[in-house]
């Protein structure tokens, strides 16, 4: 086996840092891909809790190698700050541990200033970002004015940049957003504090993998945010700024899409969402606020309370065709346990019409209403259970029902924080 792609399946959050991490285990390289710090991927060993925002959730394994891909945007000081802090727990030994890609972008104080400002002006019809830059920075990428990492660690090449681009970005930020200039020196102080400790890191990730690929070693691509949050397959424009869907572990990395073979999709066995946009299956009462409280859903980034629902195979059915999952890991069970009855949306109705694919048209969406199939629920504590045949009836039935219903094996249950808190339903690792 080659490579192996993670990625959420809805709104992010669905637990993907827990299952790279575990699924480290069997692999040599964990590789992000895109998105940024405005992910929060949260590993449970032991007592110990790591939240991770862009270094990858194979950390903790000293033996593997992580890569932050060329499809990253990098916030300096807060990768630094990252490093530090596994450092200061006895992680990261050594350098040559981690490897960033000198075509990654680099988030700049701008980027913050206009991503927060720009919500601040959309006031109700915001999008709830995470405030850290990550829609302007890609945008810069994409107007071909963006800042790479090989340029930021070179302190010539980066103030010529700059030069090029503050001027306009300061005058946008002044006249359309009437926000503060950025000063150029405070940008260069920036890059003194942070270049020389990043440069170490910073090399050509995709000619390494590529050796890695050849010698046989298995990479583990580690997607961000989900499925419903990619820019083109999402919930546009409540979206983030970057392709969360599998195809873009490629693109992201630089390696041929051949490398791939095993695609696998974290779902939790709810929804949750953070910030604006449409969610169909969102609970707005007793048993939201259940599902928040026992699943502690609130943000690893921001800490915002999450947003509840039900489980819907709609959204579940688009992030596998748009992924081409191979199979499905579920998280948060556990949560499930003590509701009476579990509710599973199979479609949308609209104006009386049945839907079964989520609509492109925001409207439509907003109006769509859940068509769901209800199953008996379990009072027992399932958080100890090791192995899928000790599940209670009820719980195994709701596993297999949605097997069923979608089509796609599910690999795994995650019944817990903790990395032990699982067990495989099937061998993804030979
Ligand atoms: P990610 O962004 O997809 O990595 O997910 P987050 O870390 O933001 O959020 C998932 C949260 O659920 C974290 O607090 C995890 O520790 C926790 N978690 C993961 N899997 C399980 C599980 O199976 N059961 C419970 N109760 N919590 C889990
Ligand atoms: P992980 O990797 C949940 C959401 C924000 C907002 C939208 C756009 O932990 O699953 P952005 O700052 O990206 O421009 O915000 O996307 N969002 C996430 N929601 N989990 C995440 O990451 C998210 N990253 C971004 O809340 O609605
Ligand atoms: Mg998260």
Not at 18 to 42: C, M, P, W, Y
Not at 297 to 325: K, S
Not at 395 to 406: D, I, R, S
């Amino acid at each position: 086996m080659g490579g192996i792609v993670v990625v959420g399946t809805q709104w992010g959050d669905e637990g993907k840092g827990k299952i790279v991490d575990l699924f480290t285990e069997s692999v040599d390289v964990v590789a992000r891909f895109q998105g940024g710090n405005n992910a929060g991927h949260t590993l449970v060993v032991g007592e110990e809790q790591t939240v991770l925002h862009l270094i990858p959730s194979g950390i903790l394994h000293r033996r593997v190698k992580c890569v932050i891909g060329n499809g990253v945007v990098i916030d300096p000081e807060i990768c630094l700050e990252e490093i530090d802090g596994l450092k200061k727990r006895g992680y990261l030994k050594n350098n040559k541990q981690l490897l960033i890609s000198d075509r990654a972008h680099v988030i700049l104080p701008y980027h913050k200033l206009i991503d927060k400002l720009r919500e601040a002006k959309r006031g109700e019809k915001k999008i709830g970002t995470t405030g850290r830059g990550i829609g302007p920075a890609y945008e810069d990428k994409m107007c071909r004015v963006g800042i790479r990492m090989g340029d930021f660690i070179n302190a010539s090449r980066f103030k010529k940049c700059l030069e090029a681009i503050l001027p306009d970005k300061n005058e946008y930020i002044r006249k359309v957003l009437k926000g503060s200039s950025i000063k150029m020196e405070s940008l260069l102080a920036l890059q003194r504090r942070s270049a020389k400790k990043l440069a170490p890191y910073v090399t050509d990730t995709s000619v390494q993998l590529d050796q890695w690929l050849r010698r046989g070693k298995q990479v583990l691509f580690e997607g961000a945010q989900g499925t419903s949050l990619d820019v083109d397959h999402g919930t546009y424009p409540y979206v983030t700024s970057s392709n969360t869907v599998s195809a873009n572990a490629a693109t992201g990395t630089g390696v041929g899409p051949n490398t791939i073979d095993q695609i696998i999709g974290i779902s939790k066995a709810y929804t949750t969402r953070v910030g604006s946009g449409p969610f169909p299956t969102e609970l707005i009462d007793k048993i939201g606020q259940t599902l928040q409280t026992n699943g502690g859903e609130f943000g690893a980034t921001t800490g915002r309370p999450r947003r509840c629902g039900w489980l819907d195979l709609v959204v579940l059915r688009h992030a596998i065709r748009t992924n081409g999952l191979t199979g499905i890991a579920l998280t948060k069970l556990d949560v499930l346990s003590g509701l009476p009855k579990l509710k599973v949306c199979t479609a949308y109705r609209y104006r009386g019409q049945l839907v079964k694919e989520l609509p492109a048209d925001l409207t439509r969406l907003e109006q769509c209403r859940p068509v769901y199939t209800e199953y008996e629920g379990w009072t027992e504590d399932i958080s100890h259970i090791r192995d899928f045949d000790d599940l209670p009836k009820t719980a195994k039935k709701y596993v297999q029902q949605l097997e069923k219903q979608l089509e796609v094996p599910v690999v795994l249950v995650s019944v817990g924080p903790q990395r032990a808190a699982t067990f495989f339903c099937q061998q993804i690792f030979s």
